[in-house]
């Protein structure tokens, strides 16, 4: 190792660890972290030299790995051309172009784009779409949501307010968080049998409160930060018609799941259902920048415009961004010319192999697969910067939180890849016993 450069990443973790905040942390106790070089494919290499084999995709984003050839040429064509632009009064091919893919590829009646900067800024757009279109109907009382526990839809006041009231720790904000009405969550597995006594907590809070709730949000399929949870489709089939029942909108917050993690390109189409309004996030750009969307059907949109103030009320200072809009318009055409179908099946199935050997163990509560998406749940939460360093030892990067050991693998991690880093799964978690 070349001297002074590791003098130079020692001072930068020090001005890191006295100065910048890193999420869910404290800067007086710092949890360690490990300076990133560079990152290509599914190998992330630190500043030591040292690579890791990449089990997070940078949190759902980085489906393609990283660095990849066809996102870096359309970034920098499109940062040479036009890096930003403001979308007020102005339009350009970037956003046009992304939102007319997000048009053909999401369920069939969303069809009125929205772009926004953040996965929790579109949950917030999406919230204030459902209260001024029932407002526009003369449903001024509408105006509350339900959604379901152990669900996660950012960190923004109003996206809290609809997350787990437990794990988002509501408590802590009382009094300045709205309060809103939550379901328990669904019981039946994925793949597992439906039981229709999963919709009687849905059902029951439906019925009593329908006149004051505008919308129903929630993850489908897969539960991610809220608990990592998979649960059957029928569900979603279910609450799709009640939503219809009571009138109310559902909103899929589909910012996780979308494009392809779960096995089929969005969560939704395990049930065959729409939403009447979508959020999509993280892998839109193949994790490259930030960039969110929200989709609507034509009858939410006109609906909002038929009502003073016949607008809708939203407009961020880098809506439409062309750079990141470019990069989102080339990670889904990226995918869509591949064989992701095959490779995220792959996944799933060397997931299985290499995760299930782990079911049996006494400290070990559950092990589940869906798509590109393994989790490991123990009985007890896990110490986590000792895990993480026993991961990056053994040269593969996971990050647990709370009870869960969980990883979500580019979809071009190859079996090898894979196999490292199952079996470094399987060795750290039979170690946990005694750290
Ligand atoms: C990550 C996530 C969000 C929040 O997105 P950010 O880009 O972190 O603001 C919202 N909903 C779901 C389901 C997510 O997984």
């Known amino acids: 190792m070349d001297t002074t450069y590791s003098v130079k990443t020692s001072s930068l973790?020090?001005?890191?660890?006295?100065?910048?905040?890193?999420?869910?942390?404290?800067?007086?106790?710092?949890?360690?972290?490990?300076?990133?070089?560079?990152?290509?494919?599914?190998?992330i290499r630190l500043a030591n030299g040292k690579e890791l084999i990449d089990g997070m995709a940078s949190w759902w984003a980085a489906i393609h790995g990283y660095n990849h050839p066809v996102l870096v040429d359309a970034i920098r064509e499109q940062a040479a051309r036009l890096p930003h632009i403001m979308f007020g009064g102005l339009t350009h091919g970037p956003a046009v172009n992304l939102a007319r893919l997000l048009v053909e590829c999401s369920p069939e009646p969303l069809e009125k784009v929205f772009l926004a900067d953040s996965g929790s800024v579109a949950v917030e757009v999406a919230m204030k779409m459902a209260v001024q279109y029932q407002r526009a109907?003369?449903?001024?009382?509408?105006?509350?949501?339900?959604?379901?526990?152990?669900?996660?839809?950012?960190?923004?006041?109003?996206?809290?307010?609809?997350?787990?009231?437990v794990t988002g720790m509501h408590g802590m904000y009382k009094n300045i968080l709205p309060e809103y009405y939550f379901a328990e969550a669904p019981h039946c597995c994925f793949g597992g049998e439906w039981d229709p006594g999963d919709l009687a907590s849905i059902t029951r809070i439906l019925q009593d409160r329908h006149s004051?709730?505008?919308?129903?949000?929630?993850?489908?399929?897969?539960?991610?930060?809220?608990g990592m949870r998979f649960y059957h489709p029928e569900y979603l089939r279910q609450v799709r018609s009640l939503c219809d029942q009571f009138e109310v909108l559902l909103i899929a917050d589909e910012i996780a799941t979308g494009f392809g993690r779960s096995g089929k390109l969005f969560g939704c189409n395990h049930?065959?259902?729409?939403?009447?309004?979508?959020?999509?996030?993280?892998?839109?750009?193949?994790g490259c920048m930030t960039l969110a969307a929200v989709l609507a059907t034509a009858q939410v949109e006109s609906v909002i415009s038929s009502a003073a103030p016949g607008i809708f009320m939203h407009g961020p200072t880098f809506m439409g961004n062309p750079l990141a809009c470019k990069t989102a318009e080339a990670s889904i055409k990226l995918l869509f010319s591949s064989d992701w179908q095959t490779a995220v099946a792959n996944i799933e199935s060397q997931l299985i192999k290499g995760l299930f050997p782990l079911r049996p163990m006494k400290h070990v509560r559950d092990v589940r697969v869906l798509g590109a998406t393994g989790v490991v749940e123990l009985?007890?939460?896990?110490?986590?910067?000792?895990?993480?360093?026993?991961?990056?030892?053994?040269?593969?990067?996971?990050?647990?939180?709370?009870?869960?050991?969980?990883?979500?693998?580019?979809?071009?991690i190859d079996n090898n890849d894979l196999r490292t880093l199952t079996?470094?799964?399987?060795?750290?978690?039979?170690?946990?016993?005694?750290?």
């Open 13 to 43: 973790l020090d001005f890191d660890r006295k100065h910048l905040w890193h999420p869910y942390t404290s800067i007086t106790n710092p949890l360690p972290v490990y300076p990133v070089e560079s990152a290509e494919g599914v190998r």
């Open 137 to 165: 109907r003369g449903f001024k009382e509408k105006n509350r949501f339900l959604s379901l526990r152990s669900g996660y839809h950012g960190d923004t006041f109003h996206a809290m307010s609809v997350c787990d009231p």
């Open 212 to 226: 004051r709730i505008c919308a129903v949000i929630l993850e489908p399929v897969i539960q991610g930060a809220g």
């Open 271 to 286: 049930a065959g259902i729409s939403p009447d309004i979508m959020c999509l996030g993280k892998a839109l750009t193949g």
């Open 379 to 412: 009985t007890s939460p896990v110490d986590m910067a000792a895990v993480q360093r026993e991961f990056v030892a053994r040269g593969v990067w996971v990050r647990p939180f709370g009870k869960l050991v969980y990883v979500m693998p580019p979809y071009i």
């Open 423 to 435: 079996q470094a799964i399987c060795q750290v978690v039979e170690r946990i016993k005694t750290l």
